[in-house]
């Protein structure tokens, strides 16, 4: 069997590693926002070259955290893809604000630039921009409208560590990024865990104090804060993985290029990039006419696939009052997209078989 995403032989190359460091953790006594998280933050916050990280609980509390710090609630906009994980709009509802969904260029699947500025009224805040797969959202025009308008830009870097535009890489393409670290992700730790960077000082300081009870130092509390804190053993096991992301993130590149240049079906329609350097292949998605069939093909073949993602958020139950919205690109996506096992762990035989299974369907 292939697995879409073998997460105990990712973890496994680094099992003395890790072993090592959860016992420091547990030696020392000190399980929350100790030297584990200073140590990770730092180390962080200098891979995606940007001044401070805040360790939080997990990916959709971070992006939740930007929002709240900038203080963008009830009546407030932002500009999000209508082609993205639900939790890029579910951070912006949960504090009150109205996501308004752009649809995505059907090249990148990310958020088309061309159609925010339609979309922008006297209540937009900010543009949430989501690196979709793992592929960097190309930024100048969306700089550009921020400038135009005086809006924040949040990255949503969730499935995008280590991706660059322009020498940039994700976290340092906007005002504020939002991470996750769930075991799935390019850096994935053993549970939850999340992180915020940015180059503002002032909002760096309100977030840390937020994600800790709105505390900034201990029984003095300033803001009506939330408990989102990246525990020791969390940060232990990312800052073991951390040096190890970039010749991870190499090899999903060579997979990628792999199936890019051996996948010879005419029935499937591979993914695009506008740079080498600006994807890192969080998942690798194709098109297919009828992506039940093929994935049934490679499943009868010993191949796990996934979907990702299989009904777009303004069709989910939860956001009945953008079910109207006419979105065919994001609906079309949603209906072909599957996504083939890519992984650091995968052997060539592994991927070779996927491409010949992928090129036998009919
Ligand atoms: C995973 C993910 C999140 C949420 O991260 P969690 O750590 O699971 O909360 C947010 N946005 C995108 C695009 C994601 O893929």
């Known amino acids: 069997m292939i697995k879409f995403l073998d997460l105990h032989k990712i973890n496994e190359r680094f099992r003395n590693a890790l072993d090592a460091r959860i016992k420091e953790v547990?030696?020392?006594?000190?399980?929350?926002?100790?030297?584990?998280?200073?140590?990770?933050?730092?180390?962080?916050?200098?891979?995606?070259?940007?001044?401070?990280?805040?360790?939080?609980?997990?990916?959709?509390?971070?992006?939740?955290?930007?929002?709240?710090?900038?203080?963008?609630?009830?009546?407030?906009?932002?500009?999000?893809?209508?082609?993205?994980?639900?939790?890029?709009?579910?951070?912006?509802?949960?504090?009150?604000?109205?996501?308004?969904?752009?649809?995505?260029?059907?090249?990148?699947?990310?958020?088309?630039?061309?159609?925010?500025?339609?979309?922008?009224?006297?209540?937009?805040?900010?543009?949430?921009?989501?690196?979709?797969?793992g592929q960097a959202v190309e930024m100048e025009k969306i700089w550009a409208l921020a400038k135009k308008y005086n809006l924040k830009v949040i990255e949503d870097s969730a499935q995008a560590h280590g991706a660059m535009y322009q020498g940039r890489r994700?976290?340092?393409?906007?005002?504020?990024?939002?991470?996750?670290?769930?075991?799935?992700?390019?850096?994935?730790?053993?549970?939850?865990?999340?992180?915020?960077?940015?180059?503002?000082?002032?909002?760096?300081?309100?977030?840390?104090?937020?994600?800790?009870?709105?505390?900034?130092?201990?029984?003095?509390?300033?803001?009506?804060?939330?408990?989102?804190?990246?525990?020791?053993?969390?940060?232990?096991?990312?800052?073991?993985?951390?040096?190890?992301?970039?010749?991870?993130?190499?090899?999903?590149?060579?997979?990628?290029?792999?199936?890019?240049?051996?996948?010879?079906?005419?029935?499937?329609?591979?993914p695009k990039t506008y740079s080498e350097d600006a994807h890192v292949w969080h998942v690798f998605v194709v098109r297919c006419d009828d992506r039940g069939a093929l994935q049934k093909h490679l499943e009868a073949n010993d191949i796990q696939t996934n979907i990702h993602y299989p009904t777009a958020p303004h069709k989910q139950g939860c956001y009945s009052e953008h079910g109207k919205l006419n979105l065919p690109i994001t609906e079309k996506i949603h209906d072909e997209v599957i996504s083939l096992p890519i992984s650091p762990v995968m052997t060539q035989e592994e991927v070779k078989k996927v491409v010949e299974t992928v090129n036998a369907f009919k």
């Open 170 to 270: 994700t976290g340092n393409l906007g005002d504020a990024s939002g991470f996750s670290f769930y075991p799935g992700k390019n850096l994935g730790c053993m549970g939850d865990g999340g992180a915020v960077t940015t180059n503002d000082d002032e909002l760096a300081a309100k977030i840390r104090a937020i994600a800790n009870y709105g505390s900034d130092y201990k029984y003095h509390h300033i803001y009506k804060g939330v408990n989102s804190r990246l525990d020791e053993i969390q940060a232990a096991v990312l800052d073991v993985k951390l040096p190890h992301l970039d010749k991870d993130n190499a090899r999903r590149r060579e997979i990628a290029k792999y199936y890019r240049e051996n996948i010879k079906n005419p029935r499937i329609i591979l």
């Open 26 to 133: 547990l030696d020392s006594g000190w399980y929350l926002l100790g030297k584990q998280d200073k140590t990770f933050e730092e180390n962080f916050a200098r891979y995606c070259g940007v001044k401070h990280c805040i360790g939080v609980a997990n990916g959709l509390d971070a992006l939740n955290l930007i929002i709240k710090a900038y203080g963008f609630g009830a009546g407030d906009e932002i500009i999000v893809p209508a082609n993205t994980y639900i939790a890029s709009i579910l951070a912006i509802s949960e504090n009150g604000c109205t996501p308004v969904l752009v649809e995505p260029d059907i090249n990148t699947y990310n958020i088309n630039p061309d159609l925010i500025e339609e979309k922008i009224t006297d209540k937009t805040k900010a543009i949430m921009v989501v690196h979709l797969y």
